[in-house]
């Protein structure tokens, strides 16, 4: 792409939408986009909103990062610069929607939603529809998804969890009398492709051994069912013109160029949600990025100068874990030395005293923060969430405001068990790495904090305001998800902050 402000981007673009959520979207996009790149297309998948988990599958399935589309935390002109940047040497987009097509950040407008992506990206919309309680009902909620916003181009419908072929086809007929909208694919309610799911969404694609063959097996069910041919003739008619402000990188100084700090990012299946524009803003304004697994027992190396530690599983991992002690140590040196630490909900998890796992073992952490993180059955946390710095941390100054978003099924709870003093001395005293036992939590409510980072409030004008996370010089740990694409000057703060 040319470093011209104002550029056209041309290329195929599709949306995979939703009548509803649970409609099968993740596995008919994987599956659409490995049988594009079967038929030797380069294929760009994002997600909309701030889903990690499907992204893992369309990345498997494109051989390259899925990238995330979310009008709630970027602005328009930002999600159209992040969707053409990513787009420069692809052949094709495809776009999964979240949720139902019209379902975006709060309950008036569209704002976050799908067709408030579809519309800004001038891209069409294939529409799936659960047809497995419906005949000719399918009809009426295909002309229903078609006439509520006249402004959204939906070309065809994909019909799932048919009943047989007779079926699919009926239903097809009802949507094409009621709407003229042609049916572009159909799987049946038979076939065995469910993706395992857990507290969090989706099972990630790394995690799952066979991700690969259920992958393919996707793709050929699309294959067989689907006019992958017209899609491509959709994708291809996509509105022309759409304009979007390419913001190119800042021009650096030789001498930032010579001496690119190195940020250990730690990545594995217990750190695995990370936004892909997040690492490559913080390349872009001088910073070099290592990765390391704490599960396979890695540590930041003696180079580094910042450790970003982001969202995940944890709590599924706590024994592992546990055992990586020179990671706490290593860890805690860096604190000592006032080395730039960045943790998001995972990472958060990680930098209390314990971790209280859904079994109620509690496995020594790092002990960076006061308290334990207390794994729940309950949802504990979702949504949007306004941010105001409470004091100047490693993003932002105190006063400024950010957009991010929380989905955790923990909470930071002060940190006697049965009694203990704490969680994770407790663990440490033998010199063990076992659980420090099975006993409960105290209920007395979050640990004594006198460092809260943010003042956080969910979207509703009557939400109310609460204090989140910890800072303390350069550490800066929350349950909170960030998008620094919403305005680089985080990044380049991080950066700054590591030299």
Not at 131 to 152: E, N, P
Not at 243 to 259: G, L
Not at 321 to 341: E, F, R, Y
Not at 483 to 488: A, I, K, L, M
Request: charged share 20%; proline share 5%.
């Amino acid at each position: 792409m040319s470093s011209e402000l104002k550029q056209a981007f041309e290329i195929p673009r599709i949306v995979i939408a939703g009548a509803s959520s649970n409609v099968g979207k993740t596995t008919i996009t994987a599956g659409l986009i490995k049988a594009l790149r079967q038929r030797g297309l380069v294929v760009q998948p994002f997600k909309c909103g701030p889903d990690y988990v499907d992204p893992s599958y369309h990345e498997k399935a494109a051989g390259r990062p899925c990238r995330n589309l979310d009008t709630w935390m970027l602005s328009d002109s930002q999600l159209l610069d992040s969707f053409a940047r990513a787009c420069e040497d692809a052949d094709i987009a495809v776009v999964e929607g979240v949720m139902g097509l019209y379902d975006g950040s709060d309950w008036q407008d569209e704002r976050g939603s799908t067709a408030q992506i579809a519309k800004l990206l001038k891209a069409p919309v294939l529409l799936i529809l659960d047809i497995s309680g419906s005949a000719r009902s399918a009809g009426a909620a295909a002309l229903g998804y078609q006439k509520f916003d006249a402004a959204v181009d939906i070309r065809g419908v994909l019909l799932n969890f048919a009943g047989s072929a007779r079926h699919a086809q009926g239903c097809a007929q009802a949507v094409v009398d009621a709407t003229g909208l042609p049916m572009l694919g159909w799987l049946p309610r038979a076939l065995q492709m469910q993706i395992p799911e857990r507290h969090l969404g989706l099972v990630p694609g790394g995690e799952q051994v066979d991700s690969d063959a259920l992958i393919a097996e996707m793709a050929a069910a699309v294959s067989a069912r689907f006019d992958v041919d017209g899609i491509v003739e959709v994708a291809r008619g996509a509105g022309s013109g759409a304009r979007v402000a390419t913001a190119p990188a800042p021009a650096r100084a030789a001498s930032h160029r010579a001496h690119r700090p190195t940020i250990a990012v730690a990545r594995d299946e217990a750190f695995c949600f990370y936004y892909p524009e997040n690492l490559e803003l913080l390349v872009e304004e001088g910073a070099a990025i290592e990765f390391f697994s704490p599960l396979r027992g890695g540590r930041p190396s003696v180079t580094a100068a910042g450790v970003y530690l982001g969202g995940g599983y944890p709590e599924l991992h706590g024994p592992t874990l546990a055992s990586n002690t020179g990671l706490w140590s290593a860890l805690k040196d860096l604190h000592g030395a006032d080395v730039p630490i960045y943790a998001e909900c995972g990472g958060f998890m990680v930098l209390t005293e314990a971790l209280t796992d859904s079994d109620g073992r509690h496995w020594p952490m790092a002990g960076l923060l006061p308290g334990v993180a207390r794994m729940s059955d309950k949802l504990a946390a979702l949504g949007y969430r306004y941010a105001t710095a409470l004091r100047s941390n490693l993003l932002a100054d105190v006063g400024d405001t950010l957009r991010g978003h929380e989905f955790r099924y923990s909470t930071w709870v002060r940190s006697n068990v049965d009694g203990a003093s704490s969680a994770g001395g407790a663990g440490r005293a033998g010199g063990t790495t076992s659980a420090v036992g099975a006993g409960s939590t105290s209920d007395a409510g979050p640990p004594p904090n006198s460092n809260p980072a943010w003042q956080v409030r969910g979207t509703r004008g009557d939400a109310p305001a609460d204090a989140m996370g910890y800072v303390r010089g350069n550490l800066l740990a929350s349950y909170l998800h960030v998008h620094f694409g919403q305005n680089r000057s985080l990044a380049a703060r991080f950066v700054r902050r590591l030299r």
